[in-house]
């Protein structure tokens, strides 16, 4: 808009004098506007992704106007680490959304708060965004999506796994019909424990709470799987839902599964997630099978494909996605400020988060039961 608007500045005449200063004003009013950060707000920082937020120094998309934290240990310890005026702490959700009224808020506590978050941030039109998954309950997720079509507002749901170019490349592969019906799908994500990692005493506290996280590595590292699954298929619920878990160390996890593993039925494809806290080596790779070929990406900008019966597999290496993709709070941004719009089924988008947090409340109830759950 705005080089358009430069455009027709500078055709016109100096005798369109009032005409050129209206547009002049317009140009630059727009430049301004563009350049505008978005008035950022944390909630929580026992998150161990939470540095993020004070680690972009060199992003001028967001100003960070307030922290809410109720644990003083917390507080102290990042005012201290990252240099941040004791002002800016809160301990009060509603008086910290009131005082510093921010445009957005990233979550980064315990995740059956995010619940919390939205009901406050909703009604006053404060846009957010939480670390995966969206909730620790279908009832909260919903709950969540009604306030934020009430309200009109966003709420995002940031995986890593979004940032991957590697999983752009084979949905495009699969939207293009070069790898034919999708038949099986394989997701494996995870690291070797939280404890074993040296996870904050914060984090895995909440990670390992039945409540707060919604169960162990089922909810930690399951909902990728069925937050890309869900995506690929553009929005497609499965018929049903099978999982086992177990607690391989029960003597460090003995509230939450450290194990699981998740097969989703659908009416002409399968998709298995394993989601642990017992790998070797961290990981999150995803494995797409069609009737036509394959596409396994192996990391963020690694892809293994064979397109044809042929052909031999190959190995891609491809650039990372461009900006704003690299950065949540970049997409947050650019979302709430208009220069991006999410598609229908997008990674980001409610829909989809709503029915990964359906899929991971099945699979609870199949662990527990040991039946496989029908979704209606």
């Given amino acids: 808009m705005s080089s358009l608007i430069y455009c027709m500045y500078i055709h016109l005449t100096y005798n369109d004098m009032k005409t050129r200063l ?62 941040i005026d004791k002002k800016l702490f809160y301990s009060d959700l509603n008086k910290m959304l009131d005082e510093v009224k921010p445009d957005a808020v990233s979550a980064f506590g315990p995740i059956n708060e995010h619940i919390t978050v939205v009901r406050a941030c909703a009604p006053r039109k404060i846009h957010v965004m939480v670390e ?15 306030l934020a079509a009430k309200n009109n507002i966003q709420v995002l749901t940031n995986f890593e796994t979004s940032w991957y170019a590697s999983n752009q490349y084979v949905n495009k592969l699969v939207e293009e019909g070069k790898l034919g019906d999708i038949r099986k799908v394989m997701v494996n994500d995870g690291h070797e424990g939280p404890k074993e990692i040296g996870t904050s005493k914060e984090f895995f506290s909440f990670l390992t709470d039945p409540v707060q996280n919604g169960a162990g590595a089922l909810t930690d590292f399951g909902c990728y799987g069925a937050n890309l699954m869900t995506w690929l298929l553009k929005g497609e619920r499965p018929l049903s839902v ?62 293994r494909q064979r397109l044809a019966v042929k052909t031999p597999e190959e190995t891609l290496k491809i650039d990372p996605r461009p900006a704003p993709f690299t950065d949540p709070f970049s997409v947050l941004a650019d979302v709430i400020q208009g220069r991006l719009k999410l598609d229908k089924n997008d990674l980001y988008g409610l829909p989809v988060n709503v029915t990964v947090v359906e899929i991971l409340e099945a699979a609870k109830i199949s662990a527990r039961t040991g039946k496989t759950v029908k979704l209606k």
Avoid at 46 to 74: C, M, Q
């Fill in 22 to 83: 209206i547009l002049l004003f317009i140009l630059i009013s727009s430049q301004i506007f563009a350049q505008k950060p978005v008035r950022l707000a944390v909630a929580g920082l026992s998150h161990g992704h939470v540095g993020w937020a004070f680690n972009r120094t060199d992003k001028k998309d967001t100003e960070l106007v307030g922290i809410y934290e109720t644990n003083p240990e917390l507080v102290s310890r990042f005012s201290e680490k990252y240099k």
């Fill in 242 to 303: 099978t999982a086992v878990t177990n607690q391989n160390k029960p003597d460090i996890y003995p509230k939450v599964d450290d194990e699981a593993t998740i097969i989703l039925q659908y009416p002409k494809a399968q998709c298995i997630i394993q989601g642990s806290w017992n790998w070797s080596f961290a990981r999150k790779d995803m494995e797409v099978y069609g009737n036509k070929g394959y596409a396994i990406a192996v990391n963020a900008t690694t892809v």
């Fill in 132 to 146: 995966k998954p969206l909730a620790t309950t279908f009832a909260d997720a919903k709950e969540i999506q009604t």
